[in-house]
């Protein structure tokens, strides 16, 4: 194993969405995060890359028309750097998950494998098979994804899933909410966190959470583009603000910004329970 693949075993290394109106779904995140597009050949299906700074953040491609007949909806999914796919995929089987997808090679760009944790929230696990020399970049880093949150059935059951799977550690719990959130790392830098998704959501999945520059700017960008915003806004504790968002297919995401003034959520409460635990946090 290449010392690049070292480093980027355990992280979350891209973001794909599936939609059901792909050219609607390319203004909208142009407008609202500010992602430029570049659409690739590949074999079989049209994909369509996201820009931020001249460098691919993430894909986007159209919902297979299967999988629209089965109940699949427009969703967010992440990818998880690992140095041997095939042995993780038969990792994740031998832990309780599924895998949906087994093992695939898309030539000359990755090895890949759809699978899904205990509790049915999906994610992928891919190596490139060529090193990308800008991922991953830092949590910070404007249109980004700045913190990933994993809305389970049981965090503590999760937690174990990944910590077995991908090494991740423990990096303590946030207590002060109406559940308590475990913060997890990867080579010591904390990237996200577990928390209980609550009876309104029907099953796990994972939230992304986009840098954007001013979250009440990006707030109105987002309505005026036809999206939605759930909850929020929400302040978390280094002083960043966060809102969680349905893109116009239906798409579940979260952004994340500072806040210049009180404009757009003039008068708005600094958050709520339930919304400070799909945030992001830092200490």
Same mark, same amino acid.
């Given at each position: 194993?290449?010392?690049?693949?070292?480093?980027?075993?355990? &992280?979350?290394?891209?973001?794909?969405?599936?939609? $059901?109106?792909? %050219?609607?779904?390319?203004?909208? @995140?142009?407008?609202?995060?500010?992602?430029?597009?570049?659409?690739?050949? $590949?074999?079989?299906?049209?994909? $369509?890359?996201?820009?931020? %700074?001249?460098?691919?953040?993430?894909?986007?491609?159209?919902?297979?028309?299967? /999988?629209?007949?089965?109940?699949? $909806?427009? &969703?967010?999914?992440? @990818?998880?750097?690992?140095?041997?796919?095939?042995?993780?995929?038969?990792?994740?089987?031998?832990?309780?998950?599924?895998? @949906?997808?087994?093992?695939?090679?898309?030539?000359?760009?990755?090895?890949?494998?759809?699978?899904?944790?205990? #509790?049915?929230?999906?994610?992928?696990?891919?190596?490139?098979? =060529?090193?990308?020399?800008?991922?991953? /970049?830092?949590?910070?880093?404007?249109?980004?994804?700045?913190?990933?949150?994993?809305?389970?059935?049981?965090?503590?059951?999760?937690?174990?899933? @990944?910590?077995?799977?991908?090494?991740? #550690?423990?990096?303590?719990? +946030?207590?002060?909410?109406?559940?308590?959130?475990?913060?997890?790392?990867?080579?010591?830098?904390?990237?996200?966190?577990?928390? +209980?998704?609550?009876? /309104?959501?029907?099953?796990?999945?994972?939230?992304?959470?986009?840098?954007?520059?001013?979250?009440?700017?990006? +707030?109105? &960008?987002?309505?005026?583009?036809?999206?939605?915003?759930?909850?929020?806004?929400?302040?978390?504790?280094?002083?960043?603000?966060?809102?969680?968002?349905?893109?116009?297919?239906?798409?579940?995401?979260?952004?994340?910004?500072?806040?210049?003034?009180?404009?757009?959520?003039?008068?708005?409460?600094?958050?709520? +329970?339930?919304? %400070? =635990?799909?945030?992001?946090?830092?200490?």
């Amino acid at each position: 194993m290449s010392a690049h693949a070292a480093d980027l075993h355990g &992280r979350f290394v891209w973001y794909e969405l599936t939609t $059901t109106d792909v %050219e609607a779904a390319k203004a909208f @995140y142009g407008k609202v995060v500010g992602w430029g597009t570049q659409d690739i050949p $590949t074999p079989g299906m049209p994909y $369509t890359l996201f820009i931020s %700074e001249k460098t691919s953040v993430g894909g986007l491609m159209g919902l297979p028309e299967q /999988a629209g007949k089965l109940g699949g $909806t427009p &969703r967010w999914v992440g @990818y998880v750097a690992v140095d041997d796919v095939d042995r993780a995929a038969e990792r994740v089987k031998a832990l309780g998950g599924a895998v @949906y997808v087994p093992p695939t090679d898309i030539p000359n760009i990755s090895r890949f494998s759809v699978v899904a944790d205990p #509790q049915l929230a999906v994610f992928v696990v891919v190596k490139w098979l =060529r090193p990308r020399a800008d991922q991953p /970049a830092l949590l910070n880093a404007p249109g980004r994804v700045g913190w990933h949150e994993l809305l389970a059935a049981d965090r503590e059951t999760a937690f174990g899933f @990944y910590g077995e799977l991908f090494g991740w #550690q423990r990096a303590g719990v +946030a207590t002060n909410l109406a559940e308590p959130s475990q913060l997890f790392a990867v080579g010591g830098e904390i990237v996200g966190g577990m928390s +209980a998704k609550g009876p /309104a959501i029907p099953v796990p999945f994972w939230l992304f959470y986009f840098n954007v520059d001013d979250i009440d700017a990006a +707030a109105k &960008r987002l309505n005026a583009a036809g999206g939605e915003i759930t909850s929020g806004p929400t302040r978390v504790p280094d002083g960043s603000w966060i809102v969680t968002c349905i893109d116009p297919q239906g798409a579940l995401y979260a952004m994340v910004g500072t806040r210049k003034a009180l404009g757009y959520f003039e008068g708005a409460a600094p958050g709520d +329970a339930a919304g %400070e =635990r799909r945030r992001r946090w830092s200490w």
